[in-house]
């Protein structure tokens, strides 16, 4: 199963670019989308059962839309709030086991209070979604 969670606050403008994926990101067999603000240790138990993991969220600045491979490290303090390595961290302690996973950084620009994204990060939006319905076997 592929889980793609993606990550953002819906009020801090671009900020939001990886839970408007989630949200136009449609679920299809063998495939589970979350948007969710932050990473918590609730996602766990999702991610220990996932074959792979596609972290999706706002990265500051411009250029390409980046894909890095993860892997745990360190096991950081348990909070309610881990990045995507710590996720990964507590997932191969807790469960004996870690899916291949992906953080996509999507450049973004405004951070401010507001909804919405800003035109550019949209576009980028878009052009990503499409290539990741095409990844995921859906219409492009």
């Known amino acids: 199963m592929i889980l793609v969670i993606g990550v953002g ?14 949200q136009n990101l449609e679920e299809r067999e063998g495939v ?10 609730d996602l766990l138990p999702q991610i ?12 500051k600045g411009a250029g390409p839309v980046r894909w890095e491979p993860l892997r ?10 881990l990045s995507p390595q710590g996720l990964l ?7 004996g086991r870690v899916p291949e996973a992906w953080l996509v950084a999507i450049p973004a620009r405004d951070f401010s209070l507001g909804e919405g994204l800003s035109p550019r ?3 980028t939006a878009e052009a990503f979604l499409q290539r990741l319905r095409a ?6």
Do not use: M, N
């Open 89 to 95: 961290s507590w997932t191969e302690r807790l469960f």
């Open 48 to 59: 220990a059962t996932a074959d792979l993991v596609i972290f999706v969220d706002a990265r």
């Open 121 to 123: 990060t949209r576009r």
């Open 135 to 140: 990844y995921l076997g859906g219409e492009g």
């Open 32 to 41: 589970k989308v979350l948007g969710v603000q932050v990473l918590s240790p």
């Open 72 to 81: 745990p490290g360190l096991c950081p303090p348990l909070t309610h709030v």
């Open 9 to 22: 606050h819906p009020l801090r403008r671009d900020d939001g670019v990886g839970l408007w994926i989630a």
